[in-house]
């Protein structure tokens, strides 16, 4: 079993909808990651989140630590938003390795 | 503009071969990490490095040397030993300390082999 297990593997969506992606681990950790990866391959760091909830334009992440759990929501889908979106975390023992899940293919259909 | 750059972008090696895959920051960061990128899985670390020569195995360093004579840089050489090199490589940067905060990718490279 992974240490970080996203769902869905792939969620198809029409413009405008609101788009939630999952995320759950099994360790202790100290950060959490969301990052988009588009098709040219690049990555992007979305958030960083300790605790709580950040937001930033359409996207708002959250955790909640106790359950080891985050979830990463897109308000008002747009097609420019259709990418892979992967969630990496920090173990809180040893050094800054991160762990990544396998990604969400979102797919955004006019 | 600060960033990474990762070169080149795509690769064709044949069996047998060595490639050596580029990485270089201007970003002023302590940490600099090199992932394997394969369809349907997470990112796997290869090998990365904390500070100028030194730098530690990951998970699958087998197959893979590093170097980190500079700060800017840590190149990845693919060497014959790697058994299926074939796979999207990334090169990723960031500061000690800040909970790998402020972690940065490059655009990767994509490797092939005939």
């Known amino acids: 079993k992974n240490e970080v297990e996203q769902s869905p593997q792939n969620l198809t969506a029409q413009e405008g909808e609101f788009i939630t992606i999952n995320c759950s681990y099994s360790?202790?950790?100290?950060?959490l990651h969301w990052l988009q990866q588009h098709p040219g391959g690049g990555i992007v760091s979305l958030f960083m989140?300790?605790?709580g909830k950040k937001k930033h334009g359409r996207l708002i992440a959250t955790i909640n630590i106790q359950e080891k759990h985050s979830s990463l929501h897109i308000t008002a889908s747009h097609p420019r938003d259709s990418a892979v979106y992967i969630c990496a975390v920090l173990p809180n023992f040893g050094n800054e390795k991160l762990t990544f899940g396998t990604g969400t293919r979102l797919t955004i259909i006019p | 503009d600060g960033g990474i750059t990762q070169s080149p972008k795509y690769l064709f090696r044949k069996e047998g071969q060595n490639v050596t895959l580029s990485c270089e920051q201007n970003?002023?960061?302590?940490?600099m990490y090199w992932y394997r990128q394969d369809p349907g899985q997470g990112l796997r670390l290869i090998y990365y490095s904390q500070i100028v020569n030194d730098f530690q195995k990951g998970d699958i360093a087998e197959g893979y040397s590093v170097s980190r004579e500079k700060k800017e840089s840590f190149p990845l050489t693919v060497t014959s030993a790697q058994k299926n090199p074939t796979a999207f490589y990334l090169c990723a940067s960031s500061m000690l300390g800040s909970g790998a905060n402020v972690l940065t990718f490059g655009a990767g490279s994509r490797l092939t082999v005939l």
């Open positions: 989140l300790s605790s």
């Open positions: 360790v202790g950790i100290s950060a």
């Open positions: 970003l002023n960061h302590d940490a």
